[in-house]
């Protein structure tokens, strides 16, 4: 038997300026006691790739990669710049710093699977 349980966090999206077009969107869902451990807001460098740096002791940390890569139907242009960001996001992280990216780097959608066999 499934139990249902309820974690209070906080939810924290990269979002684009109202009037702007909207593809996807990509953030953090933080339990509420860790979110005294951020040691900087989270930022985006595009709405697809965003960081969060938590503090784990008195000298180190942890930065969180969150990423959504453009699906199949994109230009390569958009598959291109979409690394580009993820690099200059990644480029940022200091070298002493935990490391965790999480995301899709392989988004299919639709059900047309005879062209997701790359």
């Known amino acids: ?22 593809e996807s969107v990509v953030g953090f869902s933080l339990k509420n006691s860790l979110v005294s451990f951020i040691a900087e807001f989270p930022s985006g460098i595009s709405q697809r790739t965003m960081s969060c740096r938590i503090k784990l002791t008195k000298d180190g940390f942890l930065t969180v990669v969150s990423i959504y890569k453009p699906t199949m139907s994109h230009f390569d242009e958009a598959v291109g710049q ?5 690099v ?3 480029r ?16 299919r959608v639709g059900n047309d ?3 997701w066999q790359t």
């Open 1 to 22: 038997m499934m139990e249902e349980f309820v974690v209070k966090c906080r939810t924290i999206v990269f979002d684009l300026p109202e009037g702007q077009h909207r």
């Open 82 to 86: 979409f690394y580009d960001d993820l």
């Open 88 to 90: 200059q996001l990644l």
């Open 92 to 107: 940022k992280v200091p070298i002493s710093n935990k490391l965790v990216i999480l995301g899709d780097f392989n988004a």
């Open 113 to 115: 699977y005879i062209s």
